[in-house]
């Protein structure tokens, strides 16, 4: 029965200090991401990135405007998938692989960077389809 009571009294032991090193633990604060749209540079919340199989998901979102891209990568390639602009600084578009406009992905350790060309529209002028330049700079 002591036997019992001491591996019981050292697990609960071992829990305490598990769990008191989990609570010491200090988080690295994410970067900003860097927005350029039409040659108009801004910064942005810092990204919500994930990754599901080969695809990296991007996610930055700020009061007004949303802007997700997606990356394939493949050993030490990135290739962009897809990129949907919305509503910044007045421009709503998308980039597609073997579709519209064009992009291309740089990356370095856990930096992306994400740069092109999409089609869409500007609050400015609704009726009319542009193509408009960005570059996304975004650390996951």
């Known amino acids: 029965m002591s036997n019992r009571l ?6 609960a032991i071992v829990i305490g200090v598990a769990l008191a090193g989990c609570s010491t633990a200090k988080s690295v604060p994410r970067k ?7 040659g108009d540079p801004q910064t942005m ?3 919500a990135c ?16 949303h802007v997700q891209a997606v990356v394939l990568i493949t050993g030490e390639r990135a290739i962009p998938q897809w990129v949907k602009i919305r509503n910044v600084d007045g421009f709503t578009g998308s980039y597609w692989s073997g579709g519209v406009g064009e992009a291309t992905v740089e990356r370095s350790g856990r930096k992306y960077t994400i740069s092109g060309s999409a089609y869409g529209i ?7 389809v542009v193509t408009t330049n960005f570059a996304i ?3 996951c």
Do not use: W
């Open 32 to 38: 900003a991401a860097q927005l350029t749209i039409d």
């Open 137 to 139: 700079m975004a650390e």
């Open 122 to 128: 500007n609050s400015s002028n609704p009726n009319k």
């Open 6 to 11: 001491i591996a019981v009294a050292g697990f």
């Open 45 to 47: 919340p810092p990204p």
């Open 50 to 65: 994930s990754q599901e199989q080969s695809y990296r998901t991007i996610d930055i979102r700020d009061r007004d405007g």
